[in-house]
Every structure is written in structure tokens, then in C-alpha cells.
């Protein structure tokens, strides 16, 4: 139909390098969790990174935190049932109408698995310069952010960068397998 295709995470996949980068970081952690901003994270893009983990690093994720608002994709209903990963969704209320509380929930949240789980090591799903703050405060924490370039500033990338926190975007992963996902 003489249309350009331009979905490239239908056809190829991101470098073994970063998928070995990946597994190093959820294998060399002591207490893992997966934490995401669902208002922030499409669910079919992380959902294309974690299959594309072997299992037994999958076996190396504790659980995986959902910070959802009443206003995200219904989709994250679904994620529990397509991974062999425990996962814990958060459905935050909001007090005004049009101000989602997410990002605070979800601040608060990690700030407690670390302090009161032990959690040592979090990847961070959310392209949000929200959470820079964050990553600042818990120095002893290692994170590995994952990001939508769509949704993300450079800017955001260089604090990550500068606060040694790793990060690689979603939307460099393998795709076609997400069909599972669908219900």
C-alpha cells in the first residue's frame, strides 16, 4: 500500500548488551522490585521487556508494584495473569478531580519497601522527572530506570545519568509477543 511501517519493536529488539545489563542488574540485587507509574508506562512495552527476560531472572523480581489511578488502561488488569512475577497494584483515588496523586503514592511507596522490605535494588518504570527527587534521596538504593521516549526529556535522561542511575526505553524492546498479553 506503499505505507512506511515504522513500528520497529514489531521486528527487532533491543541489543543483547542491554538485555545482558538488565539481567545483571535484577541478578545482582539482593531484594528486587519492579516499580511502575501506570499513568506513565504503556503495558504492553514493559510487558515485551519482561518476556524478553530469561526466567530465572524473572524468578529474581520479588514483585511487581503497580501505581494505577482511576484513569489509566485497563490493560494493567491483565499483567498478573501473563507473568510469572507476583504483582501488587495500588489504585490511588483522587482528591481533585483533574490532579492524579500517583507520583506521590508511588514516592511513598518505595520509600517504604526500602526502609521497611529491604528492598536494595527498584527498577523505576516511568518516563516522569517526578521521581529524580527520589533516586537523589536514597543514595544507597541502586535504580535502573525504564523510559518511553516519547515521554521523556534528555534533560530527565542527563539527572538519571548524573545520579548513576541506569536507564534504557521500553520502546527499544521486542514487541510481536505482546499479543499474549491481550485479553
Not at 496523586?101 to 523505576?124: A, K, N, Y
Not at 533516586?135 to 541502586?142: D, T
Request: charged share 25%; proline share 3%.
Amino acid at each position: 500500500n506503499r505505507e512506511h511501517f515504522e513500528d520497529s519493536a514489531l521486528y527487532k529488539d533491543v541489543s543483547g548488551e542491554v538485555k545482558q545489563k538488565i539481567n545483571d542488574f535484577i541478578n545482582d540485587a539482593e531484594n528486587m522490585a519492579v516499580v511502575v507509574d501506570c499513568e506513565n508506562v504503556d503495558p504492553y512495552k514493559l510487558y515485551g521487556m519482561l518476556a524478553g527476560l530469561p526466567v530465572v531472572t524473572r524468578q529474581s523480581i520479588s514483585q511487581i508494584v503497580l501505581y494505577n489511578d482511576v484513569n489509566a488502561s485497563a490493560a494493567w488488569d491483565y499483567l498478573e495473569s501473563c507473568v510469572d512475577i507476583p504483582v501488587v497494584c495500588y489504585n490511588t483515588q483522587r482528591i481533585l478531580e483533574r490532579k492524579s496523586i500517583v507520583d506521590m503514592e508511588m514516592t511513598v511507596g518505595i520509600m517504604r519497601m526500602c526502609h521497611e522490605q529491604g528492598v536494595d535494588s527498584i527498577i523505576l518504570c516511568s518516563s516522569d522527572s517526578d521521581f529524580c527527587p527520589l533516586i537523589q534521596a536514597l543514595p544507597k538504593v541502586n535504580f535502573m530506570v525504564l523510559y518511553e521516549h516519547g515521554k521523556c526529556s534528555r534533560v530527565t535522561r542527563n539527572v538519571w545519568k548524573r545520579d548513576n542511575a541506569r536507564y534504557f526505553a521500553l520502546d527499544d524492546f521486542y514487541l510481536a509477543d505482546s499479543a499474549t498479553f491481550q485479553r
